[in-house]
């Protein structure tokens, strides 16, 4: 079956614009999270949903950074005003459920750049 | 300030003989740590996980070992193959206290030596 997909693969963008980023996560999986890999590091969590709310934006770095998920199924995260330092590969991974025994399955990532 | 830590950016091993990955972690409300292998240009996929009430866990090839007085694991790849040349990160989540997210350390690039 299809995994989690991401588009674009590739975002390069100019340092103050607004930027979407889409994932779609595995067919039935309720659960949906946003990580953020910059260079030599590791994924870094930035949101979790469950079904349609937010259940967890405690990594978002600040109010610049949105994302939604209105039909519990696609997210889109947004980014306002992009800063340089935003510049990252943004991983959107997906769960059947939460918690043990749930795997979290991810995309291929969007690699954003702020130029 | 690093919650999981991998010291090891880089491990090369000879084909047929053992991998051994190690990673430290300092949260001690972790109860739930994975390992997730990652080739370039693709996302981690998931390899093996361990919770707290456990000291080992064993799937195939690949056996990971907790030790929670050090708060230290490792993953043992027995015998290594070609195929295991990627990215390992250690990952370590608080799912008993109802927290779903993963917090990653910097990952360890293992090149498996023909």
């Known amino acids: 079956g299809a995994g989690v997909s991401q588009t674009p693969s590739n975002k390069v963008t100019e340092k103050g614009k607004y930027v979407e980023l889409r994932c779609d996560p595995i067919s039935g999986h309720t659960a949906l999270y946003w990580y953020r890999q910059s260079l030599g590091q590791g994924p870094e969590f930035l949101i979790y949903?469950?079904?349609?709310?937010?259940?967890?934006d405690s990594g978002l770095p600040n109010d610049r950074f949105f994302a939604v998920r209105p039909e519990g199924s696609v997210s889109t995260l947004k980014i306002q005003r992009t800063e340089r330092g935003d510049s990252a590969v943004y991983l959107c991974a997906s769960s059947l459920g939460q918690g043990f025994d749930n795997e979290q399955f991810f995309g291929p990532g969007t690699r954003l750049t702020v130029l | 300030d690093q919650q999981v830590k991998q010291n090891s950016p880089s491990l090369s091993v000879q084909e047929g003989r053992i991998s051994i990955l190690n990673c430290d972690y300092t949260?001690?409300?972790?109860?739930?740590f994975l390992w997730y292998k990652k080739y370039p240009a693709e996302g981690p996929t998931f390899l093996i996980s361990?919770?707290?009430?456990?000291d080992k866990n064993e799937d195939g090839r690949f056996t990971v070992f907790l030790n929670k007085s050090a708060k230290h694991l490792s993953l043992h790849i027995v015998p290594s193959q070609p195929g295991d040349s990627a990215v390992y990160f250690c990952a370590a989540s608080q799912f008993g206290a109802g927290s779903y997210q993963l917090t990653f350390g910097k990952g360890t690039k293992l090149s498996v030596i023909p």
């Open positions: 949903f469950q079904g349609t709310g937010a259940a967890d």
């Open positions: 361990i919770s707290s009430i456990k």
């Open positions: 949260n001690s409300m972790f109860d739930y």
